[in-house]
């Protein structure tokens, strides 16, 4: 199964209520937040949900995997100046900000039903040929994910381009507003679009 055999709807309470087996039983607050928080989020501006949906022969949808996308910025500023430097290093001297545009990507699951078949990385594939289509209302450079702190969720973000912005989970805690009991439980890394264009 791939994600060419699947339709991308927004996602709304319509479509939860319709969807009754979307089930994340590895990040049970994504879950949540596709079940209760998504189109609250909608509704206030914060980010936009999405949901691939496989059809079934009986024409009822499943749920295969979803994802919350917002703007952001990659602020370097704040950067240690290794990464900073490298980050900047990539733009040309006259275009050098304080911070450059990002997408944020939240929320990212794979229902339980089709975990272990690498979607996950059909997924990444998608939203960064998505954001970086010509007729993306908006541009932006960096894709951001505050991944969960779990070796195997930080493996697969390495496996597909991402970058930490923090050597360290220490080192994150003390240049954000962050405390380290929330920097620990999760990790900001980076993707630089530059890299699929």
Excluded at 90 to 107: C, D, E, F, M, W
Aim: charged share 30%.
């Amino acid at each position: 199964m791939t994600l060419n055999d699947c339709i991308l709807l927004k996602v709304d309470q319509g479509l939860l209520s319709d969807i009754l087996d979307f089930s994340c039983k590895k990040a049970p607050e994504i879950e949540k937040f596709f079940k209760e928080d998504a189109e609250k989020y909608e509704n206030h501006l914060l980010g936009k949900s999405y949901c691939f949906i496989r059809l079934g022969d009986d024409k009822k949808g499943k749920a295969v995997a979803a994802f919350t996308l917002s703007n952001t910025s990659l602020n370097v500023k704040d950067l240690p100046s290794s990464i900073r430097n490298k980050i900047n290093r990539t733009i040309p001297n006259s275009k050098r900000k304080g911070q450059y545009p990002a997408v944020l990507l939240g929320q990212l699951a794979i229902t339980d039903e089709f975990e272990g078949q690498h979607i996950g990385d059909s997924l990444l594939n998608y939203i960064e040929t998505l954001v970086t289509d010509d007729n993306y209302k908006t541009g932006c450079r960096y894709l951001i994910v505050d991944a969960l702190n779990k070796e195997k969720v930080l493996q697969f973000y390495l496996n597909n381009g991402f970058k930490f912005l923090y050597p360290t989970s220490e080192e994150e805690a003390s240049m954000t507003d962050v405390s380290l009991t929330e920097t620990k439980r999760t990790r900001l890394m980076y993707f630089d679009l530059m890299q699929i264009k």
